[in-house]
């Protein structure tokens, strides 16, 4: 069961990726900016399958202070 820290980060990630595309709109999708929302939209879909906050080297859960300190890390 999902608790408030997975509320919070999903809504850091969504509010991560507004900003990203409203950047891009403004500066083209160029450079970083397409990676940043590429990774962002990764991590939305992890959360969708429920694979978010697993290392994709071990499998094992990543520490909620590693995702609440960057909510698009992939290895624990």
């Known amino acids: ?7 919070f980060l999903r809504d850091q990630l ?4 507004r900003r990203l595309e ?3 709109n ?7 900016i397409a990676e ?3 990774e962002v939209d990764a991590a939305l879909a992890r959360m969708e399958t ?3 906050g697993l290392c ?7 520490e909620k202070d590693r ?5 698009l890390v992939v290895l624990g």
């Open 14 to 17: 969504v509010e991560r990726r």
């Open 1 to 7: 069961m999902p608790d408030i820290t997975d509320s």
């Open 36 to 38: 940043l929302l590429s």
């Open 67 to 71: 995702l609440l300190a960057d909510p």
């Open 22 to 24: 409203s950047t891009a």
């Open 50 to 52: 429920g694979t978010y």
């Open 26 to 32: 403004v500066v083209g999708r160029q450079g970083g």
């Open 56 to 62: 994709e080297s071990c499998h094992e859960s990543v």
